[in-house]
Each structure stands twice: as C-alpha cells, then as structure tokens.
C-alpha cells in the first residue's frame, strides 16, 4: 500500500505520467482541486485550501485502504513533508517518483499549452527547488526513490501493485 507522490516542475509530465499507470480515480491533482476550490485551475491564491481538501480526500482514501498518486510539483520540503505525515498516520508507504526532465523542455511544452500562463521563471525556480530535493528524499522519509532522468526511464516505468 503506497502514497505515490509524483515530483517534478510543471511540464515535467507529471499528469500525464499518472495518467498513463493510474486510474483517474486514483490521482489527486493539485490542479483539479483549485478548480473545485476556486472554479480556476490555475488560480494560485487558491493553493492552501486547495491541498486542504487534497489532503482529505488522501486521507480519506488511505484510510480505506486505496493507492494514492499525489500529482503536484511537490519540489518544495514542506509540501513533501505533509505527504509522508500522511502516509505515516495511515501506515502505508511514501513513494516518490521523480520526473527529472530538462529546464528547457519543461519550458517548451508550457509555452505550448493554453493552460499554462506563467513564465520560464517559475519553471527555472522549480528546478532549482528540485536539483536542492534530491539528494534529501529518502532521509525525508520516503521509502522507495524512483529517480527518472531520460525519456526513455520514463516511457519505460512500470508498475506492479501487489495486493
Ligand atoms: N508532454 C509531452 N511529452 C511528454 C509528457 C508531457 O509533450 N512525455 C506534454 C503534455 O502533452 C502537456 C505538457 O507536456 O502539454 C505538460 O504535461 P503534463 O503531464 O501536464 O505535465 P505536468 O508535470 O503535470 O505539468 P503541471 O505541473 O504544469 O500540471
């Protein structure tokens, strides 16, 4: 029984990753709460009611016993720290899975999407909150580390759940 907390900047393909290995019940999404919260995915002043709600619902769904994906950048401790408090509460394991994907790929991507709206410098300072995250994940708790740094780790991960 796991939390899968997902970690990377935006436009690492953290939802799409998800998608693809989850189902979409599965999968919390810090943007799908600040739509429910706020009626605006994007709307950051929505951000702390938005993980409230999250964290609920995860809760609610560890409590009973069902896998979790956490879809956010997750790139700063604190955020982090929720998640493994979380998982510990409920005794189920802490997963990080990391997207570790170039600065100006992520770049790239965002500017072709409708949906993302701020500029390459809050892709640039995510980064940066990654590169400081990584060596620190297992003594944050985490009890499995799944660092993917090529395309080719990343289309190729599998998971297996096991009962
Ligand atoms: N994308 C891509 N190739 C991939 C993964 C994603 O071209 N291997 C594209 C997606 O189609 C999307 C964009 O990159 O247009 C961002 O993907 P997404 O999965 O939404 O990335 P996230 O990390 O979830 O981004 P955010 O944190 O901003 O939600």
């Not at 955020?79 to 790929?105: G, M, N, T, Y």
Request: a positive charge.
């Amino acid at each position: 029984m796991s939390l899968v907390v997902m970690i990377g900047t935006s436009g690492a393909g953290k939802t799409t990753f998800a998608h693809r290995h989850f189902a979409a019940t599965q999968i919390l999404s810090s943007d799908a709460f600040r739509g429910m919260v706020a009626d605006d995915a994007n709307d950051q002043s929505a951000t702390a009611a938005a993980f409230d709600a999250l964290h609920y619902i995860a809760g609610q769904r560890l409590a009973a016993g069902r896998v979790t994906v956490i879809d956010a950048t997750n790139v700063q401790r604190p955020a982090r720290a929720q998640l493994v408090r979380l998982a510990r509460e409920h005794d189920v394991l802490p997963v990080a899975i990391v997207l570790d994907v170039p600065e100006s790929v992520c770049i790239a991507r965002n500017e072709e999407r409708p949906d993302r709206q701020f500029g390459a410098h809050v892709v640039s300072r995510q980064h940066r909150e990654l590169r400081r995250s990584l060596k620190n994940l297992d003594r944050e708790g985490f009890r499995r580390v799944h660092h993917l740094r090529t395309p080719a780790e990343i289309s190729g991960a599998a998971f297996e759940v096991e009962p």
